[in-house]
């Protein structure tokens, strides 16, 4: 009787693991911002959610026509890095709920970095609010997640 | 001093998160980094396939949105002549009961904007301004008819108070609309002397407009405008642009304001062109007699205005131009404050007909930026 | 009041300097640390990693008497990749990227190499002007290399490059 309690409760414990470990992982893919002009492919490195750009709608600068590089990054000594494979959001921990937080996004249209919070909407959904300071003080963009088409 | 007391609040603000989610966790071995074929993701489309695309906002290298704004508007010495009180058709020029050698007026503005819904379908934010002009300088009275109008702004001075809504609605990927409506409390009253809400003025636009690309978004619509100072209804074109090489552009709403945009980098960038700026003032009780008048105040301002970034959200911008009266006339409205449409045909007549010479003006702001 | 106030002055003063102690710089340099991305490999943006363990770090300070909580703060000053195989060069690789990564601390990216010299055994990435968190990443358990590189094209093996760190450490004696 015992080793079945025993049983029971490991069970039990590696089913509410599993379970929070496949709703933390819910944010793990490919993704679009609403702009169009990117996706994101969004994976976990030592235990954090790390986002990168993985596809450009314009890949070439048409001043430079060359690779875009992340030219307005304010740290003059890494305007060389490239923007396909930039890893755009950064350092998000699962929070419980739907919830990914303690993050930052990066524009790499301006070289602002600004706090950020991911919340699940749906499976195929995620609200992206980037914010100054406080979370009211910030904007929302929402993400769809990418699939081989149909 | 500000600047640094804002900073400190921000960084507080943005470390209570992190501090609260402070955890102890054991350190991973990195996860072997997955085969990833790039061209994969050329060809992906939405996993819900009724997902829509929505045209944004923005466009490339606008100057910033500011959520808050802390600035201080300071024209230098000018002249002003006042009427005395009567009926007077536009284009008259009554000889002066009051004239007014003015050192100065500046004052506070103050002004902030919060998104309550900022969604790629629909965003819509509210803000709240606050803004103060006091005078200084003499007052001559040359007769007895004189309404010591001067002397009224010299004493209290000039407030607007207002709250504004701007809607942002995407039709589809490339065209938009946008709502703007403010209800403002102008005139010269005093917290202790505070206005009716009755003679609050409303003003309000609504545009239709194309986002063909990151560059350019364009629109045409109609507003209700006190920037000439009176009541008018105008049309608008919104015409926001940026060249490819990302140096040059455009930020016109016209005719309240147009602007040309030379960006030095993401940080810097300097703007030229005018607005159109005005009010329709409430004056109580002018004089000894019951006489509630309207200054209806509206100014062009001619101006550079260089912004740049401070540090972080924080921004700084500088206006240094040339204000042009438009009027600064005045209206009687009757104790119900019951406004009017004269609109550039009307032959309403007006009680005072005031003159001011334009002057140099200066304005600085600090601002909170939004993302 | 106004001797008050002198001693108090005095006795901050001599608080401040006492505390304050002298820093030394030292280099850090550990053994360089295998960057492995598991093939096969596509062309475009890959992700290796590695790992540096603190021991290391920890070792080098007790050495010369000192211990972790001694670190002031620290910078990277130079960052070199290399192939150890005779018949391997960086051709394949078009860009790289090096950040470190801890799970108690913020992801720094803090050096970058675009282009990967042609032809190249061995190539050093700029390093970034403006570094953060470098003591704090250096004092967690185990810090994790993360380079993003572009392939040029498709590779079957395994990709595995070398990376040469070397930091420069300010502790306090």
Not at chain 2, 26 to 33: E, G, I, N, R, Y
Not at chain 3, 49 to 55: C, F, H, I, P
């Amino acid at each position: 009787m015992k080793k079945f309690t025993l049983l029971t409760l490991l069970a039990l414990f590696f089913a509410t693991f599993l379970s929070a470990q496949s709703e933390s992982d819910q944010l793990i893919g490919v993704w679009e911002p609403s702009n169009g002009k990117a996706r994101v492919k969004i994976e976990k490195i030592a235990d954090k959610y790390y986002g990168k750009i993985v596809w450009l709608r314009e890949p070439i600068d048409p001043v430079t026509n060359a690779p875009k590089v992340d030219k307005n990054n304010p740290d003059e000594s890494m305007r060389a890095v490239p923007l396909k494979g930039y890893r755009m959001l950064k350092d998000f921990v699962f929070k419980g709920s739907g919830e990914w937080a303690d993050g930052t996004i990066y524009d790499p249209e301006n070289g602002s970095t600004y706090s950020c919070v991911i919340k699940l909407k749906d499976d195929n959904t995620l609200d992206i609010r980037g914010y100054v300071g406080v979370k009211a003080l910030g904007r929302t963009d929402v993400w769809k997640r990418l699939g081989a088409k149909k | 001093m500000y600047m640094k007391k804002i900073q400190r609040w921000l960084l507080l603000l943005s470390l209570l998160p992190l501090a609260a989610a402070a955890q102890q966790r054991d350190t991973l071995p990195p996860t072997p980094a997955e085969e990833e074929d790039f061209s994969e993701y050329e060809n992906l489309g939405f996993a819900d396939e009724a997902a829509k695309r929505y045209c944004n906002p923005k466009i490339l290298d606008l100057s910033p949105n500011r959520f808050v704004s802390l600035g201080w508007d300071w024209q230098l010495p000018y002249q002003a002549e006042f009427s005395p009180l009567g009926a007077f058709e536009d284009g008259e020029s009554p000889s002066p009961a009051e004239t007014a050698d003015f050192r100065s007026s500046q004052g506070l503005r103050l002004s902030a904007n919060i998104p309550v819904i900022s969604r790629n379908s629909f965003v819509w934010q509210m803000g709240a301004n606050f803004w103060n002009i006091n005078y200084g300088g003499k007052v001559q009275t040359e007769n007895q008819n004189a309404a010591r109008l001067a002397d009224r702004l010299l004493s209290r001075g000039l407030r607007t108070a207002g709250i504004n809504t701007t809607i942002f609605k995407p039709l589809g990927e490339k065209q938009f609309l946008l709502l703007q409506g403010a209800a403002d409390l102008n005139g010269d009253y005093t917290l202790a002397d505070f206005q009716s809400l009755q003679y609050l003025r409303y003003s309000g636009a609504v545009i239709w407009g194309k986002r063909p690309h990151d560059r350019l978004q364009w629109g045409v619509g109609l507003a209700r405008t006190y920037r000439v100072g009176e009541l008018n209804y105008l049309p608008v074109v919104l015409y926001n642009w940026t060249a490819p090489n990302r140096k040059w552009g455009t930020e016109i709403l016209f005719p309240a304001r147009a602007h040309v945009r030379r960006t030095f980098n993401p940080r810097s960038l300097l703007l030229a062109g005018y607005e159109l700026e005005g009010q329709s003032y409430r004056i109580n009780n002018l004089s000894d007699e019951d006489q509630s008048l309207e200054i209806r105040r509206g100014e062009l301002r001619a101006r550079l205005e260089y912004q740049r970034q401070l540090g972080g959200f924080i921004w700084m911008a500088l206006q240094v131009g040339y204000r042009y009266n438009y009027s600064f006339n005045a209206d009687y409205l009757p104790n119900d404050g019951q406004e009017f449409f004269r609109g550039f045909f009307g032959d309403q007549r007006y009680a005072m007909l005031n003159t001011l010479t334009n002057a140099l003006y200066v304005n600085l702001s600090v601002n909170l930026v939004s993302p | 009041m106004k001797r008050f106030f002198q001693h108090t002055a005095l006795f901050l003063l001599i608080f401040a300097a006492v505390s304050c102690g002298k820093v030394s710089t030292l280099e850090f340099k550990p053994a360089p640390v295998t960057l492995t991305a598991e093939g096969p490999l596509f062309e475009g943006s890959n992700t290796a990693q590695g790992v540096l363990m603190n021991a290391e770090l920890e070792a080098m300070l007790a050495k010369g008497g000192y211990r972790g909580a001694a670190i002031k703060s620290a910078r990277l000053v130079s960052a070199q990749i290399f192939t150890e195989a005779d018949t391997l060069t960086l051709d394949n690789l078009s860009e790289i990227t090096l950040q470190l990564a801890a799970p108690d601390v913020d992801m720094q990216k803090v050096a970058v190499l675009n282009p990967v010299p042609a032809g190249s055994k061995s190539a050093a990435l700029q390093v970034a002007g403006e570094q953060e968190k470098i003591a704090k990443l250096l004092l967690q358990p185990a810090l994790t290399l993360v380079a993003d590189v572009n392939l040029k094209q498709d590779a079957e093996a395994t990709l595995a490059v070398k990376c040469q760190l070397v930091f420069e450490i300010n502790v306090k004696d």
